[in-house]
């Protein structure tokens, strides 16, 4: 559904903008926050995943495992980019799987949100729908998750290192990230 709010930006998207980066760097949180400041709309694959499944994300983890998980993400996030510009918070994993990753990098201008570990830790810990993490620690997920993602998540068109700040003062660092991305591209 479109943003009926006015816009605070004026930068004008060719194409979709896909945030990757790891659980809990806030792509859900930014995004949102980031269509609004853009007049787009906002969508959540993990969301749309379970709309489309009738399932939540833990349960299709349970169900098919991640391979049968990672199915539907790749058709449901490249039926989402079809959908002209908008902002889309993608799964943690999405662009790690090398299918996947093509569909995004040529449907939607990729933007990595990274902060450091032990601030991702703090957010996700103790969270039960975060499949991944189920009976593990948090920090050594994060760091198997930093030791196997990062190389992906660095084919990314911007990074932004969002730091342990608020949400209105990443949307900015993204927003001015976004601007030097389409002056120069």
Do not use: C
């Amino acid at each position: 559904m479109p943003n009926t709010s006015e816009p605070r930006s004026s930068l004008i998207l060719p194409r979709p903008i896909a945030l990757i980066g790891l659980m809990g760097v806030g792509k859900t949180t930014v995004g949102r926050r980031l269509a609004d400041a853009l007049g787009l709309a906002f969508k959540d694959a993990d969301e749309e995943i379970e709309k489309a499944a009738g399932l939540t994300v833990a349960d299709i983890f349970a169900a098919f495992g991640e391979a049968g998980f990672r199915d539907g993400e790749q058709k449901v996030i490249s039926r989402l980019l079809d959908d002209g510009p908008h902002v889309l918070a993608t799964g943690g994993g999405a662009f790690v799987q090398p299918a996947t990753r093509e569909i995004i990098k040529q449907k939607a201008i990729t933007v990595w949100l990274k902060t450091d570990l032990r601030t991702i830790a703090r957010r996700v810990a103790n969270r039960s729908h975060r499949p991944l993490l189920h009976n593990r620690d948090p920090m050594e997920v994060l760091r198997e998750h930093e030791k196997n993602r990062y190389p992906f998540y660095a084919e990314a068109d911007i990074t932004v290192d969002t730091g342990d700040q608020s949400h209105a003062k990443s949307v900015e660092l993204v927003l001015a990230a976004l601007k030097t991305f389409i002056e120069t591209n």
